[in-house]
């Protein structure tokens, strides 16, 4: 049987509770190791989860879980293409070819570039869709600057 004294058992219960048995306590209790009996007894759930350090881990991973849903619950096309246009900077500071065709590939179908994309948009949502295009476009013609580094000029003089 798994001991709670364990840091690594307690972590592994945390995880089962809060993810793949979804806030079940026996089954997660069965999931890391305990018997089944002892699992669906109240005594054993009573003295793994009124364990402090096993609801600190429930907790922090509680937490952990609703900061990455705000942080996509705030993703929207400005953010998401910002996203891609500073991983295409870097593909291309680093030369990756495969990594700037993917990042090249994203932004075109971000902007509904290819044929096999069907729209079937009302006037409203086409008239939001030539916005956000707008928007795309001046974001590419601002990394394309920020991109090219100082211009040299011939000398006219």
Known sequence: MPSIKDKSTRELIAYQYTGPCKRNKTRAMIA?????????????????????????????????????????????DEFVMRKLLAGLSLAETKRDL????????????????????????????????EQAAHDADELLKLHRKQSAGPQLHKDTG
Do not use: H
Not at 46 to 69: L, T
Not at 100 to 121: C, H, N, Q
């Open 32 to 76: 890391v190791g305990y018997d089944e009996g002892y699992a669906r007894s109240g005594d054993g759930q009573r003295s793994v989860y009124a364990n402090i350090r096993v609801k600190q881990a429930i907790e922090r991973i509680d937490a952990e879980n609703k900061e990455i849903s705000e942080q996509v619950a705030g993703m929207n």
């Open 98 to 129: 495969v990594a700037i065709a993917r990042f090249t590939e994203l932004i075109g179908k971000t902007r509904a570039m290819f044929k096999d994309k069907v729209i079937t948009d009302t006037t409203e949502q086409a008239e939001l869709s």
